[in-house]
């Protein structure tokens, strides 16, 4: 029974990119109603919206592409979890992308053109122009608009989960923008909800990500006593382009380009890749990154040099974004930026996270199928193959209430300037001491400024509310959660790379 005037979903999705809406999917094809809420004032405004780089599949042969998965992972990622992905690979393109959204993938006549990107040892790659993301994810949120059984509000942020002995009630959600002198909190009870809340780029000064991908369903389950694993697993992409100084604008310059032959050269105009990995600018990303940043500590600089393609077309949606930039072609200066977290809220198979009736999918969760450094174009094909699984698992269970807890009444008068400098404070500390190497003592600095910092928003947290205040608060958590896993893996795998104290004071001094 729920009091008057509280809201029920069968399943509660928090999140709109490709994972969030294969679950409202996969949960709205086993017949539950499902809400999908998400804090972007549109909900396109997601990271998978974003994606440049395409969607792996198997091709027909799974057994190549899960020896890609594993190789790429340095040997970490879970085989029973890789087997489900490469098994249910072609079948889930075929159906929901093919048959059910009729997204145009890059090929003549209704067949497809696969592409090869790094680490992958086949042509494997379904592309629409360097915009997959966008061609995908609109047709879904379409389609998934159009669906009875879905309803999708937007400008809507999940603030903390409901919960009560280790079970998931439901989410308070913030219903108002930021800043307007509204009750902050609204409970939607749930059968069962699905973070699929993305990532953590927020953390970092430069991210491939949103803005938005302050790691709110990984605070949030963490804070609800769910278990997180692999956080330290924090991947680089290596070529977003490097503006001039004082330029923020950077964008990512996609995989697939060094895929048919854009070679990297250093500040010397020097090709370097080659020194470093057999399968030179094709190796895995975080050894491809560890060099591009290791060359441009060296020499000043690393371009991506196209002059090998046809760039303007086949790439044409990057190439306008270089014009835009006034990036003098062929040589696109590139370093290193955050992309991806391999890992997240510890799900199974099905998404099912340690809390009952809690799922994650998605960036947000850790399946295990990147182990510690993931193989690139496997994110979509993850977020599409969990959030079915996760789907399909969350139907079938009513929503029941409990106590939600109690919000603050917003208020108006906080001001967005305490969100915005904690907001640098905590990016310069991860960019400095948990970025592409770490160090014992850098990440005992930055779990010292992480954890006073993190104090501070909590006093406000206690006293206030905003939806600002709320993300910081994510962010602070998962910042301090990727330093503790780093501090805890003195080993150096995939995208944790760990160097001695010695080594990263020399390289401070040099800078
Ligand atoms: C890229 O296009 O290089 C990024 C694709 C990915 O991260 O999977």
Redesign the pocket.
Known sequence: MSAPGTREAEVLVVGSGIAGCAAALGAAREGAEVLLVTKAERPEDAATDW???GIATARGDPESLKEDIIAASDGTADEEAVDVLVSEADSAVRDVLVETLDVPFDGPDGSFDYAR?AAHSEERILHVDASTGEHVLRPFLNYLDDHDRIEILEDTAALDLVTHEGRVYGAVLDTTPDGEPAPAGEPVYAGATILATGGIGACYGRSTNPEGATGDGIAMAALAGADVADMEFVQF?PTAYAPPEGDGNSF?V???VRGVGAVLANGEGERFMPEYHEDAELAPRDVVARAVAREREHTGEVVLDVSGLDFRAEFPDLAALCDEAGVDLPEIPVAPTQ??LCGGIDVDLHGRASLARLYAVGECARTGVHGAN?L????LLEGLVWGLRAGADAAGKPPETVEAPELLDRDPDLPDRFAAEKFIRLQRVMDEYVGLQRSPDGLRRAGAVLRRLKGEVDAYVRTRTSRSLYELRNAAVTALLVTRAAADNPESVGCHHVVEDEQAEAEATAD
């Open positions: 994606a440049q780089g990107e992409h990512l996609s995989e697939a992309h991806f993931r690139g174009s496997t994110s």
